[in-house]
């Protein structure tokens, strides 16, 4: 099945300090998604992006399909974004694949 | 997008009980998923609630353990059978609505955080 590797796996942001993440898939996806996952546990979608790029807010992402990457940019990070970040892709009419995820904590 | 709830949302329970989650969704919904994410770690899919079917399970989860019901398209439940530590978790129920421009985007509900003792 599809492969998604995340990375870092941690990441220590001092506030308003900026941060990529990125997401590495192994085959061609129909979705790749961007959640974040609050101190809750609560799951809160980010981006639908199986390709392109968009913006939200603070928050931007882009996919390469063709290179099989996507990234996710946080601009003027603060202690509300901490949390763990997934990725998650299917390959078409398959159930997604999550990531391990990047713990994100931001340090006020 | 859908609006999800679930319940309860957390609970401790005895080893070797039982625990029946709820999901329900405030529209119709082609796909439902459930989810399980044990402590640190991501989500892995435990199996496809199916309306008017035996539901798909994903390997490594069997229905004796896990037996879903999908009685109509915004209603499922999940239960946790003869439970045991490890089956410390939090359990997620997720949707497709599968409408719009982002046709198979899946949403979460808020989750069921279990603790066996």
């Known amino acids: 099945g599809i492969q998604v590797e995340q990375s870092p796996p941690d990441l220590i942001l001092q506030e308003g300090a900026n941060s990529t993440l990125r997401c590495n898939f192994s085959?061609?996806?129909?979705?790749l998604q961007w959640f974040h996952q609050n101190p809750w546990g609560q799951l809160i979608n980010l981006f639908y992006i199986p390709s392109g790029t968009k913006q939200n807010g603070r928050l931007s992402a882009t996919t390469v399909a063709t290179e099989r990457y996507s990234l996710l940019y946080i601009s003027s990070s603060q202690t509300t974004d901490s949390g763990v970040y997934f990725c998650?892709?299917?390959?078409?009419?398959?159930?997604?694949?999550f990531g391990k995820g990047t713990r994100l904590s931001v340090i006020a | 997008s859908a609006v999800i709830s679930q319940k309860p949302s957390r609970d401790i329970c005895q080893r070797g009980t039982s625990l029946t989650i709820q999901c329900q969704v405030d529209?119709?919904?082609?796909?439902m998923f459930w989810y399980r994410q044990q402590p640190g770690q991501s989500l892995t899919l435990i199996a496809t609630?199916?309306?008017?079917?035996?539901?798909?399970?994903e390997s490594g989860f069997v229905i004796d353990k896990f037996p879903i019901s999908r009685p109509n398209l915004t209603f499922s439940t999940l239960t946790v059978s003869n439970m045991s530590p490890e089956d410390s978790s939090i359990y997620l129920c997720?949707?497709?609505?599968?409408?719009?421009?982002?046709?198979?985007?899946?949403?979460f509900g808020p989750g069921t955080r279990l603790t066996v003792l």
């Open positions: 998650a892709v299917d390959a078409g009419n398959t159930p997604l694949v």
């Open positions: 609630a199916n309306q008017g079917s035996e539901a798909t399970y």
């Open positions: 997720s949707v497709e609505p599968r409408g719009g421009v982002s046709y198979n985007e899946q949403f």
């Open positions: 085959d061609s996806v129909n979705n």
């Open positions: 529209s119709q919904v082609t796909m």
